[in-house]
């Protein structure tokens, strides 16, 4: 892979894993576009470890009172803060078992769903009609709780397909459980943690399985680039989000989608 090859899905990554406009499914098109390659599991695994350090990094202060809460609970420091991390704990939680169970059970026909464009391009449509329906959504002041953290994690379970945004389907999930727009951008995020850390190391396993430990300068280029236009995108996404413009995104991918069913499949 050569070190602009490595720049262009670098970029791509990063600006599409946290946008709601598809990451895979912007991959899969500008591989077929460019005529690119992101065959080697060692660049994905890559990639995908640079946006997980973007949330990281972006969403510290969030992960910490989340994940370090059932640590203060035991140890007797029940705050509101505290309590409110353990809640949201408790629905991080159950909100990722519906991505494990896909990924385990359905991975071959997941698998190959990326091989098909139409399939991508028809998916970025539907991921259009749930980003402009949250033109209609209704804050009602809900807070995260294990219920709708459960649903918002189904939502993420369907985004594993190439072309259903996974930030575009939980944000819209929470936004339709009555949650104020900040609340539901932060939770999409603290929620894919989990879901980013185990793709990860389930495609580190295959990279072991496949001996393929291979890397060079382009590593470092797409890692970089990954990362720098991933946290960029975080700070863009959340001034739309709650800013009441995120059903926007939804024209995008309309486009996208159509470009890809007339003209690249």
């Not at 077929?32 to 510290?60: G, N, R």
């Not at 169970?101 to 990326?114: N, R």
């Not at 033109?135 to 594993?160: E, H, P, T, W």
């Not at 990279?207 to 470092?220: I, K, P, Q, V």
Request: net charge neutral; glycine share 10%; charged share 10%.
């Amino acid at each position: 892979m050569t070190v602009i090859e490595a720049l262009i899905l670098g970029l791509v990554q990063g600006l599409t894993e946290f946008l709601p406009v598809s990451s895979s499914g912007h991959l899969v098109l500008a591989e077929h576009l460019l005529d690119l390659s992101c065959d080697d599991i060692t660049f994905e695994v890559a990639i995908h470890f640079a946006t997980l350090l973007a949330v990281v990094m972006y969403f510290s202060r969030s992960l910490s009172q989340v994940f370090f809460s059932p640590f203060k609970m035991i140890a007797g420091r029940y705050s509101e803060d505290t309590r409110r991390g353990f809640r949201m704990f408790i629905a991080v939680c159950l909100g990722t078992v519906p991505a494990v169970v896909i990924g385990l059970f359905f991975k071959d026909q997941i698998e190959s769903a990326f091989s098909s464009v139409l399939f991508v391009s028809i998916l970025l449509l539907v991921t259009s009609m749930i980003l402009l329906s949250t033109r209609f959504a209704v804050a009602r002041a809900a807070s995260i709780g294990a219920g709708n953290g459960f649903l918002i994690g189904c939502a993420q379970a369907l985004a594993i397909l190439p072309g259903i945004s996974r930030s575009g389907s939980t944000i819209a999930a929470a936004l339709f459980c009555g949650i104020d727009r900040e609340e539901a951008f932060n939770f999409s995020f603290v929620l894919s943690v989990p879901a980013i850390l185990l793709a990860s190391m389930w495609k580190l396993k295959g990279m072991f399985d496949a001996g393929t430990f291979a890397g060079d300068a382009s590593f470092l280029v797409g890692m970089a680039a990954a990362f720098v236009s991933g946290y960029l995108s975080l700070v863009v996404l959340k001034r739309l989000v709650v800013g009441g413009k995120f059903h926007l995104f939804g024209f995008y991918t309309l486009i996208v989608g159509l470009i890809g069913i007339i003209f690249l499949r």
